[in-house]
């Protein structure tokens, strides 16, 4: 038996009935990303973080990378949205969204794609909220970049985000700026934020890290839902394996920029074939013990 627990999946978590792209909505092959040593610009002098990464993601699903701090999830996400930072570098490989290379693209074709048709939340919502801006001015700014309208109809699309999201009094909420809002609220905006332009991929970049395990299960249950209306694929990266139970359809498991070891999310906890992988689970097995003890 697992250790991990039951795996069935919960009520209220269909596979959804999204129809399947003949090709994959995302696949990467072979991607290789390195960043420059501190007071070097030499390419000898590079670290690699990403190491020959291949996967796909299938429309509709939902996929764990799971992985330690530091092993390169993060910046696979901002890999896939061409958002690295200067000191970084792609040394190989494709990045394919619905079978064009965003590798290939323009600075200008990709900022027509960045936010409007793949999108993230990040984890730290003290970070990623401008702490001058409004909740609703963030989500609006991303509706000026991709949509046509007015200020009035970009603030009822705003409300009507937030509301979408489960936050209460939205009307306040638009209003009202980060230091104003709880933990979970801030997370909230943050999603709504993303799903402003309705993405059709969503990575989710440690959403629930900062929050008690309350709000956790209550933001999962939020992505759940969203992803049944949405019709969304989503990309959870999580270093947490409890997080997954139930929820992914898939897990990838990363260690030192490499996917060690993929597949259906039960196959992977119940017998984790990588060492790494048994290490994860072994270790989620003991904190659940001492919980129950």
């Keep these: 038996m697992c250790p991990l627990g039951d795996f069935r999946r919960q009520p209220g978590l269909p596979i959804l009935e999204t129809p399947i792209l003949e090709i994959p909505i995302l696949k990467i092959k072979d991607l290789s990303v390195s960043f420059l040593q501190a007071r070097s610009a030499e390419p000898d002098h590079a670290r690699e973080v990403l190491?020959?990464?291949?996967?796909?993601?299938?429309?509709?699903?939902?996929?764990?990378?799971l992985g330690e701090s530091g092993c390169g999830k993060s910046t696979l996400a901002l890999s896939i949205l061409r958002s690295l930072p200067a000191d970084a570098r792609i040394n190989r490989g494709t990045i394919a969204f619905e079978g064009h290379n965003l590798l290939g693209m323009s600075a200008n074709q990709m900022r027509k794609i960045r936010?409007?048709?793949?999108?993230?939340?990040?984890?730290?919502?003290?970070?990623?909220?401008?702490?001058?801006?409004?909740?609703g001015a963030h989500i609006i700014e991303v509706l000026r970049a991709h949509r046509r309208g007015d200020r009035k109809s970009f603030r009822q699309r705003a409300k009507a985000l937030l509301?979408?999201?489960?936050?209460?009094?939205?009307?306040?909420?638009l209003d009202s700026y980060p230091h104003q809002l709880s933990g979970g609220e801030a997370q909230r905006v943050l999603i709504a934020q993303a799903l402003s332009c309705q993405p059709?991929?969503?990575?989710?970049?440690?959403?629930?890290?900062s929050l008690d395990a309350t709000v956790q299960a209550e933001v999962l249950q939020l992505l759940a839902r969203l992803r049944r209306e949405?019709?969304?694929?989503?990309?959870?990266?999580?270093?947490?394996?409890?997080?997954?139970?139930?929820?992914?359809?898939?897990?990838?498991?990363?260690?030192?920029?490499?996917?060690?070891?993929?597949?259906?999310?039960?196959?992977?906890?119940?017998?984790?074939?990588?060492?790494?992988?048994?290490?994860?689970?072994?270790?989620?097995?003991?904190?659940?013990?001492?919980?129950?003890?």
């Design 51 to 65: 190491a020959g990464v291949n996967f796909e993601l299938a429309a509709g699903e939902v996929v764990g990378l």
């Design 115 to 135: 936010g409007a048709k793949i999108a993230i939340v990040f984890q730290e919502s003290a970070l990623a909220l401008n702490p001058v801006m409004s909740a």
């Design 163 to 173: 509301e979408q999201v489960e936050i209460g009094d939205a009307e306040r909420i």
């Design 200 to 209: 059709r991929v969503l990575i989710a970049d440690e959403p629930t890290a």
């Design 230 to 293: 949405y019709g969304l694929t989503l990309l959870f990266i999580t270093h947490n394996p409890a997080l997954l139970l139930n929820f992914a359809d898939r897990v990838m498991v990363m260690n030192r920029g490499r996917i060690v070891e993929q597949g259906a999310t039960a196959d992977v906890f119940r017998n984790p074939a990588d060492s790494f992988t048994q290490g994860l689970v072994s270790a989620m097995a003991k904190r659940a013990a001492a919980r129950m003890a």
